[in-house]
């Protein structure tokens, strides 16, 4: 797990990835890990929620797929 990652994308594509964010709202394009072809990023919106995970002091900025893209039926 790296050290630098503070958010966790949940839903869609990347759910599961681990990511560095440096601000608080807006909509980020994710680069999906293992793309289809034409679709390789993914928007995930930033969220007030945060999600724990045992063994980190801090908590994992929570970043919610929007459904916005072709992907999703994949």
Do not use: F, K
């Amino acid at each position: 797990m790296n050290a630098d990652c503070n958010a966790i994308c949940l839903g869609g594509p990347c759910h599961g990835l681990l990511t560095h964010i440096d601000q608080d709202i807006g909509i980020l394009d994710i680069p999906i890990p293992c793309p289809a072809p034409g679709e390789d990023r993914a928007p995930y919106r930033i969220t007030r929620e945060r999600v724990r995970y045992w063994g980190r002091a801090e908590p994992y900025i929570a970043l919610h797929w929007t459904g916005a893209c072709a992907c999703a039926s994949t």
